[in-house]
């Protein structure tokens, strides 16, 4: 079978089968035998039965995920010290927009430290030879250190709460600044495993299996946060963040994603990876 595409038809199937009393494991089965690709029938008995899809993950996938309290879809999340909002949340892959997880208070407070250090790093760039500098990424950054300074911990903590994922498994906050004409090309956030540095890089607590983009302004026109697998644009709003989790390091996961161009105005966001275990 080439090119293999999740029709209506394929998910009454499985609704049917689903009723005539099989199990997801032996639809699953089935759909193997017959010649559907493992992530592409993965993700249709996800997409058709959702939360009822009860399948053990591949082999490889790391088992539990960062993943906000979704069960009973409460709109607000209680967030340790916040109320957090749900804005989206979709299933297959697993992406969900938070509304208010910072206040406007937190996201100054946030440039405001990053900008000393954006400074500083122009100087070091423009004394270096310019090996550094990322064609895909034209933006500039930083990273804190993990628990850097009170706010710093006060957003990691929340952040753990929020995505029931412990705070010493998420690295140091980055924060990219772009201005007009900056981007993000497409990319995926897990290390690719057959790049020669991923071995080194993963015995600093293995893959990253999630991440948080926070926006810490709301730029005048462009600068969304494109998913180009799915048609999905989440738009920059200051406070609000998007969450995405990827169960292993492969682009069957669907979580390409990018900053598209500012068009106007800066945008500044913060990520937070998380890894699948302690970060050091
Ligand atoms: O700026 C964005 O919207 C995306 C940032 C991103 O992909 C990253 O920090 O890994
Ligand atoms: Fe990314």
Redesign the pocket.
């Known amino acids: 079978m080439s090119q293999q595409v999740i029709t209506p038809e394929l998910c009454e199937w499985i609704a049917e089968q689903t009723r005539a009393g099989h199990a997801s494991e032996s639809i699953l089965a089935a759909m193997l035998g017959s010649g559907w690709d493992e992530t592409i029938a993965r993700q249709a008995l996800a997409r058709t039965l959702g939360q009822a899809a009860t399948l053990t993950p591949p082999p490889g996938a790391v088992v539990g995920l960062p993943e906000p309290e979704l069960s009973r879809f409460a709109p607000i999340l209680h967030a340790g010290d916040r109320p957090v909002k749900i804005l989206m949340a979709l299933r297959q892959p697993r992406v969900v927009v938070f509304g208010d997880l910072l206040s406007e208070a937190e996201c100054d407070g946030i440039v405001a430290l990053a900008t000393k250090r954006l400074a500083r790093s122009e100087t070091v760039a423009t004394a270096a030879d310019g090996s550094e500098v990322n064609a895909a990424r034209t933006s500039d950054g930083m990273f804190f250190e993990r628990c850097e300074t009170d706010l710093i911990r006060r957003v990691e903590s929340r952040i753990a709460t929020l995505l029931r994922w412990p705070l010493d498994h998420g690295e140091g906050l980055?924060v990219?600044r772009?201005r007009p004409g900056a981007e993000?090309q497409p990319?995926y956030?897990y290390f690719e495993p057959g790049h020669v540095s991923t071995p080194n890089i993963l015995k600093r607590g293995g893959q990253r299996v999630g991440?948080l983009?926070m926006y810490l302004n709301t730029p005048v026109a462009g600068g969304s946060?494109i998913f180009p697998d799915i048609g999905l644009d989440v738009a920059?709003v200051k406070g609000n963040a998007v969450f995405f989790s990827y169960d292993r390091p492969h682009p069957s996961t669907q979580t390409l994603?990018?900053?598209s161009p500012v068009i106007e105005g800066e945008?500044w966001?913060a990520?937070k990876w998380l890894r699948q275990g302690v970060f050091t």
Do not use: E, I, R
């Open positions: 980055q990219l772009y993000y990319h956030d991440t983009v946060t920059p994603h990018g900053g945008k966001v990520t």
